[in-house]
């Protein structure tokens, strides 16, 4: 039984460590991937929204029991499956990091669809969970309308409709916008925590969700997730599916939109480590660095050509005329060679 961990040990410490390849962890298929998501979306959904209908028993529900309740499940999923597929959980945030390079386009299909069947599949589970008599208590005339409290919508659909008593309505435009703006927030902290593997993530992203939620809960009982605007418009009344629309529109811009700023930053990040890698690799050694000397100006150097033997011998005699003695060439010759044998002996006895 220990031989095996012994054997794995010798591997790694024997694995050459500039191959990269075989320290990376392999990705998972597309099947366990989109499975997880389909679960993943599935229990993040039922945490939202039968809190949002069933809270309203009781001491009533308030868009900090749903925020908290998204944000915690969120937290719960993104630990349980981030490593499988990330944990998107939301089309919004998969189609953010198909733009920004985090996920293959062929991908990005399959991961919506899984994720819509688990939110669907959550409503499902929120029809089923109603209680016959409990449109009576509330108030409403069905189940889909007691389903329809935690649908999202503007105008006369509105949470801050029903809050103020049909004073106050959110237009299109307004309802568009914050879904937008809240649906980024959430994608902005999902692609910028996930760069870089971080323990915290889990916990930077079901923040983003908690704060999202509370940003558009009064006003469009905060989709942030087509999956999860889908999911209560499949069992709720009519309006909820004529207005589904938006709550598709709006969160895919916001994706978008984080999506094309994530590309942008991380291409800007490359090009300034290309640049550097320039840099580093024109920087010269000054002691190595050839230093520049002035040119000087050519000069001609004249080499006397060497006298004739002759002319020196005839000019020695002409010295010793001069001096009142007279030799002969072959004694002038005798001498010199005398004075050759007195100046290297050696030569001499050889």
Do not use: C
Not at 297 to 320: F, H, N, S, Y
């Amino acid at each position: 039984m220990t031989t095996q961990p012994q054997e794995v040990e010798l591997d790694e410490l024997d694995r050459d460590p500039s191959d990269t390849e075989a320290a990376e962890p392999t990705e998972a298929s597309l099947l366990p991937r989109i499975a997880v998501e389909l679960a993943g979306t599935f229990v993040l959904v039922t945490a939202i929204i039968v809190v949002a209908v069933l809270g309203t028993l009781g001491s009533g529900a308030t868009v900090l029991y749903v925020a908290l309740a998204g944000g915690l499940a969120l937290i719960g999923m993104v630990v349980a499956f981030g490593s499988v597929s990330g944990a998107h959980l939301n089309p919004a945030v998969s189609l953010a990091a198909a733009i920004a390079g985090r996920l293959r386009w062929a991908d990005l299909v399959p991961y919506v669809v899984a994720q819509t069947l688990g939110a669907v599949a959550a409503g499902g589970l929120l029809r089923v969970l109603i209680p016959a008599g409990l449109p009576a208590v509330l108030g409403a005339a069905d189940v889909p309308a007691v389903v329809g409290r935690a649908a999202n919508g503007f105008g006369t659909n509105s949470p801050l409709y029903t809050l103020s008593q049909g004073q106050v309505t959110v237009s299109t435009a307004q309802a568009f916008v914050i879904e937008a703006v809240a649906t980024a927030i959430l994608a902005a902290v999902v692609l910028a925590a996930t760069k870089r593997p971080n323990p915290a993530a889990p916990l930077a992203i079901g923040g983003a969700l908690t704060v999202a939620i509370l940003l558009a809960g009064q006003l469009t009982n905060a989709a942030i997730n087509p999956a999860r605007a889908t999911a209560t418009a499949f069992f709720a009344t009519d309006w909820a599916m004529s207005q589904l629309w938006l709550f598709w529109a709006a969160p895919l811009v916001g994706g978008a939109i984080v999506g094309l700023i994530a590309l942008l930053i991380d291409r800007s990040a490359e090009a300034v480590e290309e640049w550097d890698d320039e840099d580093e690799d024109e920087d010269v050694d000054l002691d190595e660095a050839p230093r520049w000397e002035p040119e000087h100006e050519a000069t001609t150097v004249v080499t006397a050509e060497e006298p004739d033997p002759a002319d020196i011998e005839l000019a020695e005699l002409q010295e010793t005329e001069e001096d009142g003695e007279t030799l002969t060439p072959v004694e002038a010759t005798d001498g010199a060679a005398a004075d050759d044998e007195a100046a290297d002996p050696k030569a001499s006895r050889d």
